[in-house]
C-alpha cells in the first residue's frame, strides 16, 4: 500500500534519508529539532478515542498551540531568569507533548518528573535542580506551580533561544534517584541511533495501511518512553495514540481499534500477556492445547527459516486475533530481563518482539534487530547503536560510551561529567554477534556452598502457575547470607494449591541443582514489584524480607475459615465453572469481582444457577454478596 505522509517522497527510506540530510546540516540544536519535527504538519501526531469518536491532532494544530503556550508560560514567568530550570509533572498526553516543548520554546530547561515517585524525592529533585516552577496537570508543588490549562492560548513574543537541556530522572527514592541532563547535541546522537535501527532493520518501518502509530504505553518522562517512544518517532512525524488506562482490555481494544503498529514496553507487561493468551489457550480445552503445542514444535524446527514466518502467520491467526490483531509490526521489551519463553511465544506466533538496551544516564543504546529468531528468543539486546560502543570488564559488569549519554548527572545533589566509560554494573556475555544482559551485579547472591547465584537467571527458568511474580534475594542474618525465593500469590489462595505450588517448586529447584543453596520459600500476598518500579527491587524486598513487613502466606493459616459444607462446596464449583477456574484458586473470601476478575455478567449467569440449584431468591441487580461465604450465609438464611 503507498505511504503518503513521507513528504512526497517515494519511499520511507527516502524519506528519512533527506530528513537526516537537513538535520546534519543543520546546527543540531534543540530549534533545529522542534522545525524539522514539525515540518511535516499534515500528519496526525496524536489520535484519541473519545466515545464513538477517533480525535486526530496534526502536527501543524499541535505546533500552533506549543508556540501559544510558550507565549503564555513566557508571560506568567517574566520575573524569571532565561534557562531556568520548570519542572514538568503531566501523564502521557498530547498536553505533555505541548507544554514540553512549551517550557523549552519559552527559553527554559524541562525536568521531566517521575510521576511513580514519592513527594520527598520529587522535592529533592526539584531543589538539586533550583527549579523555578513546575507546569503541572493537578499535583501542586513548593516551588510556583502553574497549572497546564492555566497555558492558555494567545499569541505573544518569544525569545530567540531555546533552553539548552533536558533534565530526565532515574527510578528511586531521594537517596539514590539520578537526574540526568541532555543537551541537544545529545539527542542529535540518539536520533542517529534510530536510523542506525532503520538501516538495519526493515521491520521496524514497517507500516500498516500506510499508517504507522505508537501505542504512548512507557511514559514521557522516563528515558525510554521519553527517547525510544517519543523522540526517534515523532522526528519522523509518526502517530502516537494515547493509552486511557492500564487496563488489559483497554490495551487490547486501543490496539485493534487504532490499528496501532508499534509497542515498547517493560518486560513485566509482555510477559503478563502472555500467561493470559497461555490461560486462555488451557481453557479452551485438550484440544486447543494439543494444537498449540504441536504448532510450536513445528515453529522451533523450522527455526530461523522463511518459512517460519508464513507458517506462524496461519497457524496462529486465532491466537494473534485474541490479543492484538494483525496491525502489530514491531514490539520491544527493555528496562530489565525478560524470560526467553516469553520471547519465543510473541515471535513464535507471527509478532516481532525484541529486546533493548539502555539507562537514564546514557540513553538507549541497543535493540536485537536481526530477523532471526534464535537471536531474539535468546534475549539478545543486539550491538551497540551508531556512536556508541560495549565493551566488559574483568568482572563481566558493561561498560559503555559514546556521543548520546547524558552531558552531566546529578547524584547525591551533586552534578558531575559522565566518565568517558560508563559502568553499567550490568553483567552481560558476548559471543561475537550479540549481547546478552545476564543481571545486576550488586545482585548476586553468595550462597552457602560458596557459589555465586545469579537471580535473574534462575527465576528465568522457574514457572508456576498461579504465581504472580517471583522473585530471588539474599537475606542477610548474622554475617550470613540466606538465598530466599518469594512467591507473591492471591492472598486468598487455599492451603492445597499453595502447598502444590511449593512442591511444584521444590521439584523445579532440584532439577537445577539449587536445591542446597535456595532451601528457603516464602509466599506473600503482597506484590513484589510497586508501581513506582519498572523492575524489581531486590535490595528493597531482602530488606521488607528482614524487617517483617513483608506479609507471609503460611499454608496451614490459609486453612482458617475453610468452610467445608456441601452448600459451601456447590458454591466454590460454581464460582469455578462461572469463571473458568480451577476450585482450589476459589477461595472462602475471594472477592468475585477484585480478586477473581468476574465481570457483571459472570455474576448474572452465577445468580441465575444459584437460584435454580438452592430454590432461593435473589434481590435484581443487588451484587453485593460477592464471596463464596458471603453467598453462603445468604443461602444458609434462605434455603426452603
Same mark, same amino acid.
Given at each position: 500500500m503507498k505511504i503518503n505522509n513521507i513528504g512526497g517522497y517515494p519511499s520511507v527510506d527516502r524519506f528519512v534519508d533527506a530528513k537526516l540530510a537537513r538535520y546534519n546540516a543543520s546546527d543540531k540544536s534543540f530549534s533545529a529539532l522542534f522545525a524539522l519535527m514539525f515540518s511535516e504538519g499534515d500528519n496526525v501526531l496524536w489520535e484519541e478515542s473519545r466515545g464513538y469518536r477517533i480525535a486526530m491532532t496534526t502536527y501543524a494544530q499541535a505546533k500552533s498551540e506549543i508556540l501559544r503556550r510558550a507565549a503564555t508560560l513566557r508571560r506568567l514567568l517574566a520575573d524569571t531568569p532565561s534557562n531556568a530550570v520548570v519542572g514538568l509533572y503531566m501523564d502521557n498526553s498530547l498536553e505533555w507533548i505541548e507544554c514540553f516543548w512549551a517550557v523549552l520554546r519559552a527559553g527554559f530547561r524541562p525536568l521531566l518528573l517521575n510521576l511513580r515517585l514519592d513527594d520527598e524525592t520529587l522535592a529533592y529533585a526539584l531543589r538539586v535542580t533550583g527549579a523555578a516552577a513546575v507546569v503541572s496537570d493537578g499535583k501542586v508543588f513548593a516551588v510556583r506551580t502553574i497549572p497546564a490549562e492555566d497555558l492558555a492560548a494567545e499569541e505573544g513574543a518569544l525569545p530567540e533561544r531555546f533552553g539548552t537541556e533536558i533534565m530526565v530522572m532515574s527510578s528511586g527514592t531521594s537517596a539514590h534517584v539520578k537526574i540526568c541532563a541532555y543537551t541537544a547535541e545529545k539527542f542529535y546522537y540518539q536520533i542517529q541511533g534510530s536510523y542506525d535501527m532503520i538501516r538495519r532493520c526493515a521491520q521496524v518501518k514497517k507500516? *500498516?495501511?500506510?499508517? #504507522?502509530? #505508537? #501505542?504512548? =504505553? #512507557?511514559?514521557? *518522562?522516563?528515558?525510554?518512553?521519553?527517547? %525510544?517512544? *517519543?523522540?526517534? =518517532? %515523532?522526528? =519522523?512525524? +509518526?502517530? =502516537?495514540? +494515547?493509552l486511557?488506562?492500564?487496563?488489559p482490555q483497554t490495551i487490547v481494544n486501543t490496539i485493534k481499534r487504532h490499528k496501532v503498529t508499534h509497542v515498547f514496553a517493560v518486560p513485566l507487561f509482555w510477559e503478563k500477556v502472555c500467561e493470559q493468551a497461555m490461560r486462555t489457550i488451557s481453557e479452551r480445552g485438550e484440544a486447543t492445547v494439543r494444537k498449540f503445542e504441536k504448532g510450536m514444535r513445528i515453529s522451533r524446527r523450522l527455526g530461523d527459516s522463511s518459512l517460519a514466518d508464513a507458517f506462524a502467520k496461519i497457524a496462529f491467526r486465532k491466537v494473534r486475533d485474541g490479543m492484538f490483531g494483525e496491525s502489530i509490526q514491531f514490539m520491544i521489551a527493555g528496562g530489565s530481563c525478560i524470560r526467553p519463553q516469553t520471547m519465543e511465544f510473541f515471535n513464535a506466533i507471527g509478532y516481532r518482539l525484541a529486546d533493548g538496551y539502555g539507562m537514564s544516564e546514557i540513553g538507549i543504546t541497543s535493540v536485537e534487530l536481526s530477523s532471526r529468531r534464535s537471536l531474539l528468543n535468546s534475549c539478545s539486546v543486539g550491538t551497540p547503536m551508531k556512536g556508541m560502543e560495549y565493551r566488559i570488564n574483568e568482572k563481566g559488569e558493561l561498560l559503555v560510551r559514546g556521543k548520546a549519554m547524558a552531558q552531566y548527572v546529578?547524584?547525591?545533589?551533586?552534578p558531575h561529567d559522565n566518565p568517558e566509560w560508563f559502568n553499567t554494573h550490568d553483567l552481560v556475555s558476548f559471543d561475537g554477534s550479540a549481547y546478552r544482559i545476564l543481571g545486576r551485579q550488586d545482585d548476586l547472591i553468595v550462597a552457602p556452598n560458596g557459589e555465586n547465584l545469579n537471580p535473574n537467571l534462575i527465576e528465568s527458568r522457574l514457572s508456576l502457575d498461579g504465581a504472580e511474580e517471583i522473585c530471588l534475594v539474599g537475606l542477610r542474618q548474622s554475617g550470613t547470607t540466606t538465598p530466599v525465593l518469594l512467591i507473591s500469590v492471591s492472598p486468598y489462595i487455599t492451603g492445597e494449591r499453595l502447598r502444590r505450588m511449593e512442591s511444584d517448586l521444590r521439584r523445579q529447584l532440584s532439577a537445577l541443582r539449587l536445591a542446597g543453596q535456595v532451601s528457603k520459600l516464602v509466599f506473600t500476598g503482597e506484590r513484589l514489584m510497586l508501581d513506582t518500579e519498572f523492575k524489581l527491587n531486590r535490595t528493597r524486598l531482602a530488606r521488607a524480607l528482614a524487617d517483617g513487613t513483608l506479609r507471609e502466606v503460611v499454608p496451614d493459616r490459609a486453612l482458617l475459615g475453610r468452610m467445608d459444607d456441601d452448600i459451601a462446596r456447590r458454591i466454590t464449583a460454581m464460582f469455578a465453572m462461572t469463571l473458568h477456574k480451577p476450585e482450589d484458586e476459589i477461595a472462602p473470601d475471594a472477592d468475585f469481582f477484585a480478586d477473581l476478575g468476574g465481570t457483571s455478567l459472570d455474576y448474572f449467569a452465577l445468580i441465575a444457577g444459584m437460584r435454580d440449584a438452592f430454590r432461593v431468591s435473589f434481590r435484581t441487580g443487588d451484587m453485593s454478596m460477592s464471596t463464596v461465604r458471603a453467598l453462603h450465609d445468604y443461602v444458609l438464611a434462605h434455603i426452603e
Open positions: 507500516h *500498516y495501511e500506510g499508517q #504507522l502509530k #505508537l #501505542l504512548t =504505553f #512507557l511514559p514521557f *518522562y522516563h528515558i525510554f518512553g521519553l527517547v %525510544a517512544v *517519543y523522540i526517534w =518517532f %515523532a522526528f =519522523f512525524s +509518526r502517530t =502516537f495514540v +494515547r486511557n488506562d492500564m487496563q546529578i547524584e547525591d545533589g551533586q
